[in-house]
Structure formats: structure tokens, C-alpha cells
Nanobody
Framework: QVQLVESGGGLVQTGGSLRLSCAAS????????MGWFRQAPGKEREFVAAVSWSGVTTDYAESLKGRFTISRDNAKNMVYLQMNSLKPEDTAVYYC??????????????????WGQGTQVTVSS
């Protein structure tokens, strides 16, 4: 199995940028498709972005396309989420997740087996 630890969250003003990182340990990251999800207070966890094991294929929540970019570096066992033009509605806890079905990328929480503890992102207006 794999252990995931997110970092890079924090407080940023509207229009700012943040880069979230997800460090994996245990099994090699190339064994997994990876995803980012977020959960705002009082709301359900929602899909943000996903990337295939090779990094070739990506998918994004429709509302986030053009602002968020997911990437991975299997040699470093890292996954990243670059977030630009941040808005107050992006405020949430962001989670990194791993899916052992490495040939597919999922958009549902249930598609993912392993989760990190989350990192808080707060966008001030």
C-alpha cells in the first residue's frame, strides 16, 4: 500500500496561486492513478483533478479547467496541484488520493483506495 502526505496549503488572497504537493511513500507511485479532491465546510467531498499513472492523461472538474493543473513526478514519488486565479469558493481541505487501477482515472471518491490527511486552503476576499 501507499501512504500519502499533502503539503503546500495556506492562506492566499483572491487571484493568488498555490502549489499543493502530495508525497507518497511505500509502494512506488507509478502503480497508481492519482487524484485531488476537496471538501469545504458543510459540503460533500468533490473531485478536483486526476492523472494517469504515466502522467499522460488528465481530467479536471469542469468548473476548474484552465485554473488548476495536476502533474506528477514518479521518480520523486510526488503529485502536484497548481492552483491559479484562486477564488474564495476554492476554500476547502484538499486531499490527495491513490487508485490502484492504474490504467484508469476516476472522478469519484469511491474510485480511490488510499487518502492523505488533507491540507487546508483558504482564499480571502
Amino acid at each position: 500500500q501507499v501512504q500519502l502526505v499533502e503539503s503546500g496549503g495556506g492562506l492566499v488572497q483572491t487571484g493568488g496561486s498555490l502549489r499543493l504537493s502530495c508525497a507518497a511513500s511505500g509502494r512506488t507511485l507509478s502503480s497508481y492513478s492519482m487524484g485531488w479532491f476537496r471538501q469545504a465546510p458543510g459540503k460533500e467531498r468533490e473531485f478536483v483533478a486526476a492523472v494517469s499513472w504515466s502522467g499522460v492523461t488528465t481530467d479536471y472538474a469542469e468548473s476548474l479547467k484552465g485554473r488548476f493543473t495536476i502533474s506528477r513526478d514518479n521518480a520523486k514519488n510526488m503529485v502536484y496541484l497548481q492552483m491559479n486565479s484562486l477564488k474564495p469558493e476554492d476554500t476547502a481541505v484538499y486531499y490527495c488520493a491513490a487508485d490502484p487501477r492504474r490504467l484508469r482515472i476516476g472522478t469519484r471518491s469511491g474510485d480511490y483506495t488510499y487518502w492523505g490527511q488533507g491540507t487546508q486552503v483558504t482564499v480571502s476576499s
